[in-house]
């Protein structure tokens, strides 16, 4: 269990939020990075809303721009 689990945790959240695609991405980019905070599995892991402001504070732009290309 880790970052990929945290990743896809977070999208089917998401989805089940029904949120946009570009807030599906953040978020599961953001709480996979979050959960590397602890050596746990999810000790880590803080709320979404949490998880999001974290994403924005070191900025994953970059990242999902390199994935989608």
């Not at 990075?33 to 998880?51: F, H, P, R, T």
């Given at each position: 269990?880790?970052?990929?689990?945290?990743?896809?945790?977070?999208?089917?959240?998401?989805?089940?939020?029904?949120?946009?695609i570009d807030?599906?991405?953040?978020?599961?980019?953001?709480?996979?990075?979050?959960?590397?905070?602890d050596v746990s599995c999810?000790?880590?892991?803080?709320?979404?809303?949490?998880?999001?402001?974290?994403?924005?504070?070191?900025?994953?732009?970059?990242?999902?721009?390199?994935?989608?290309?």
């Amino acid at each position: 269990v880790g970052a990929g689990d945290a990743f896809a945790s977070a999208v089917l959240f998401a989805l089940h939020e029904n949120l946009e695609i570009d807030k599906i991405l953040k978020l599961g980019v953001s709480t996979a990075a979050v959960s590397l905070q602890d050596v746990s599995c999810s000790d880590g892991i803080v709320n979404y809303k949490e998880c999001l402001k974290i994403g924005n504070k070191y900025s994953y732009k970059k990242l999902i721009m390199d994935m989608i290309n």
